[in-house]
């Protein structure tokens, strides 16, 4: 387990592997991403789209380009909406790009431009759209956010979704937050000159944490394995106990080379056959959850979860309430578990 002295006076990565990389638009025009991988820079965000009907024009030319380069790629959209239907809206338009499309990274919501909105509306936009691509991808976006932003817009309950953080003031980290302790990504400077691309590109850092294990063109190399999302305080002896396997096979199915260098967010494959079936899984509630997509995600049923958890009223649960998931779920890979 990765464990930061955390220096209050800024936000720190989640761990100390940082991989350098770039985020693109239209702005950049042609890239040659050969060149930008040669230069050290792996990983790479590119816009989608934003708005109600706006797609970048140069999408899918970055996308393929980045693949064929061999680099690691997320995906992200700028957020217009001014209600929470035109949120889930754009939302579903933006998984609409994507979802055909492999990326390693998590799917970012860039929602920076709020009109007139009060702070309760820009949270509550925030939340329809993060929450609306959540459920459709079945992957935990993240939050892109300038340190402003994160000091005085964003409500508490916003960190249960990964930060990818803009500060451009030179420091090693931006400065603390009340919401946010760690970020996943950050993005330091907007004035980068890099080979392969003409005029200026943002320069990010990215951690492992802003990482997701999906692709759609391989869903069956999931086949026969569970999810399971680290959070803060685990250990990976803890985890193969409750799954009833071991650290040793923890590690070799995720290519965990220190099994004592985990991280919050870390999503973990778990063999779900043999003896893992017959372990019980204990389950923490996040927000938003409901019991009934619980019993989906783990193919189990609500009553069972109930019945083991002395649940009494099944829509009632709590943020933070760790649940039993009973032995002899049928395994498979949970939908919605990162």
């Given amino acids: 387990l990765v464990v930061f002295a955390v220096n209050v006076s800024a936000i720190v990565p989640y761990q100390d592997e940082i991989y350098n990389g770039i985020d693109v638009s239209s702005y ?10 040669s230069s050290g820079y792996t990983h790479v965000y590119i816009r989608a789209g934003s ?8 999408f899918l030319q970055n996308y393929e380009r980045a693949k064929n380069a061999g680099m690691k ?8 909406a001014r209600s929470v239907d035109e949120a889930a809206v754009q939302a579903q338009r933006f998984w609409g790009l994507i979802s055909d499309k492999k990326f390693d990274m998590r799917p970012a919501m860039d ?10 509306e820009i949270n509550a936009v925030a939340r329809s759209f993060l929450e609306t691509l959540h459920s459709l991808s079945g992957v935990r976006p993240s939050v892109y956010s300038d340190y402003y932003n994160t000091v005085e817009v964003w409500n508490d309950d916003m960190s249960e979704y990964p930060l990818w953080v803009a500060d451009y003031n030179g420091g090693v980290n931006p400065p603390s937050s009340r919401v946010w302790q760690y970020w996943s990504a950050f993005q330091y400077s907007d004035r980068g000159n ?10 990010d850092r990215y951690t492992d944490a802003q990482s997701v294990s999906y692709d759609p063109e391989n869903t069956e190399n999931t086949a026969g394995f569970i999810t399971y999302t680290v959070v803060r305080g685990d250990t990976l002896s803890e985890i193969a106990q409750r799954f009833g396997t071991t650290v040793g096979a923890l590690a070799a199915e995720n290519g965990i080379k220190n099994p004592n260098l985990i991280y919050a967010g870390q999503v973990l494959k778990i063999n779900s056959s043999g003896s893992q079936q017959s372990a019980n899984i204990q389950y923490r509630i996040k ?20 019945n083991a958890n002395n649940i009494k009223n099944p829509n009632l649960i709590y943020a933070g309430e760790v649940i039993t998931i009973p032995s002899g779920y049928s395994g498979g890979a949970p939908q919605a578990a990162v």
């Fill in 287 to 306: 927000r938003g959850d409901t019991l009934s997509e619980i019993a989906v995600r783990y193919n189990t049923t609500v009553n069972a979860i109930a």
């Fill in 73 to 80: 790629i997320g995906f992200y959209y700028f957020v217009t």
């Fill in 194 to 203: 890099v080979l392969g691309i003409d005029g200026y590109v943002d320069l």
């Fill in 51 to 58: 708005g109600d009907g706006f797609t970048d024009s140069y």
């Fill in 111 to 120: 929602f920076e431009e709020f009109g007139s909105l009060s702070r309760d």
């Fill in 28 to 37: 950049q025009g042609s890239i040659n991403f050969e060149n930008v991988k």
